[in-house]
């Protein structure tokens, strides 16, 4: 039998725990008890929601109604941004070769270290806070690269995030994404007329397989396509859109991803996604303020019973 498979048989092996506690959380009577507490912790933080004006409100808006959002570093005017975006080039474009949980390179360190100082500034996490309606957690940074091979594989597939109920995703394009060059896309929210909000199965489907599924073709119009610049932002909700990498023929991709989600997630076990392991995190919370580590820290608000499940490594 060869290697990979025994290495794909162990990863599932491991990961036999976290699909267990999925499964029992999904059952009617549990989902019930639970939905009934995330409304209520939202109903307790809904007076302490910050007040958003010019683009935060309108992400927060736009991610309410359609899943989606997209602007500009420039446009964003975020603190530090320079440094982010250069940080994100480095580690794109040098010779990083992650392999968690690796110690990290000097160089490596300060590059994910602004990555981190930049997603915890304080208009990302307003606009996280006010569409989740609670305290963020931020789930670390991943530097993305997709081959132009034009493979449907991976997260080149349809799918939906499985971290949380709702989720927010920043994409930063550190070069001109086209057409051809494997655009992030998202089936409008609209096909789907909001039955993923409460539905935790996470098939991975392919463009065939999600038509299949819709028993119709998908045109055009029912995909957003987020091509755009070196520099462009998108906010997501990618646990509630079905989304993917456009496979990509023209020109491999280079993005930086920031994940945010309820500090009190709904299937924890499935976070933890980032190229940083906990430790290398936790050592960047503790030069942060407070509030800032507690978003870093999330996993040390679960409750015992949820810590209990190791974290799913497929």
């Not at 474009?93 to 994910?112: Q, V, W």
């Not at 409460?198 to 028993?215: A, C, G, T, V």
Request: hydrophobic letters at 40%; aromatic letters at 8%; charged letters at 25%.
């Amino acid at each position: 039998m060869p290697d990979n498979l025994f290495r794909k048989l162990g990863r599932h092996a491991v990961s036999l725990p976290a699909v267990a506690a999925h499964h029992v959380m999904n059952l009617e009577v549990i989902e019930s008890r639970l939905f009934t507490a995330h409304l209520e912790a939202q109903a307790v933080h809904r007076q302490k929601l910050p007040i958003l004006s010019g683009i935060e409100k309108d992400a927060a808006a736009s991610l309410e109604t359609e899943g989606i959002f997209m602007t500009s570093l420039e446009q964003l005017q975020v603190e530090k941004t320079d440094a982010m975006f250069a940080a994100g080039i480095g580690l794109a474009f040098g010779t990083r070769r992650i392999s968690r949980p690796s110690p990290l390179s000097e160089p490596d360190s300060r590059h994910y270290k602004s990555l981190v100082q930049w997603a915890l500034s304080p208009p990302l996490i307003r606009i996280a806070e006010s569409y989740l309606g609670l305290p963020v957690a931020y789930d670390g940074p991943k530097v993305a690269y997709t081959p132009a091979d034009g493979r449907q594989a991976g997260t080149r597939l349809w799918h939906r995030d499985r971290e949380d109920r709702r989720m927010m995703k920043i994409a930063i394009y550190l070069h001109e994404v086209t057409e051809d060059g494997g655009p992030l896309q998202a089936i409008k929210r609209e096909i789907f007329e909001g039955s993923t909000d409460r539905d935790f199965r996470y098939p991975i489907l392919s463009h065939e397989d999600l038509e299949k599924q819709l028993r119709r073709k998908i045109a055009d119009g029912d995909i957003t396509s987020c091509t755009g610049p070196a520099g462009t932002v998108i906010f997501m909700d990618t646990a509630r859109l079905f989304h993917r990498g456009k496979p990509a023929v023209a020109q491999s991709r280079h993005v930086v991803f920031h994940s945010y989600f309820a500090r009190t997630p709904r299937h924890p076990f499935f976070c933890e996604r980032s190229d940083l392991s906990r430790s290398q995190l936790g050592s960047f919370a503790q030069e942060l303020p407070p509030d800032q580590r507690s978003s870093i820290l999330w996993y040390q608000h679960l409750p015992r019973f949820l810590k209990a499940v190791p974290k799913s490594i497929v």
